[in-house]
């Protein structure tokens, strides 16, 4: 199972802008449709993007769309989340996780676990 580590989470003014990083552990990170997700404090975890394995384009929840890009480095073993225009409901603790295709990435059928999030605080 591929092992997953969060980083890049902070506290920034709304408006601004962060950009999130998850290292993937393994040798067939190419073999994997990646994904973020986020949850917010007394609120189920919610898809936010995820890409295909090639990095194309990806898939977008409706409320990050058009203010948030996923890519991927297949070299480095990382993927990536640019969040532009924060607004306060984005705070979140942010996830990544890694499936086999995007499809299975929105509904959840995931190849790794949960690890420990990077957290997104956005002022109003």
């Known amino acids: 199972q591929v092992q997953l580590v969060e980083s890049g989470g902070g506290l920034v003014q709304a408006g601004g802008s962060l950009r999130l990083s998850c290292a993937a552990s393994?040798?067939?990170?190419?073999?994997?449709?990646m994904g973020w997700f986020r949850q917010a404090p007394g609120k189920e975890r919610e898809f936010v993007a995820s890409?295909?394995?090639?990095?194309?384009?990806?898939v977008y929840a409706d409320s990050v769309k058009g203010r948030f890009t996923i890519s991927r480095g297949n070299k480095s073993n990382t993927v990536y989340l640019q969040m532009n225009s924060l607004k306060p409901e984005d705070t979140a603790l942010y996830y990544c996780?890694?499936?086999?295709?995007?499809?299975?990435?929105?509904?959840?059928?995931?190849?790794?676990?949960w690890g420990q999030g990077t957290q997104v605080t956005v002022s109003s």
């Open positions: 393994g040798r067939t990170f190419i073999s994997y449709a």
């Open positions: 996780a890694a499936g086999l295709t995007t499809g299975d990435i929105a509904t959840k059928s995931l190849l790794s676990s």
């Open positions: 890409i295909n394995r090639s990095g194309g384009s990806g």
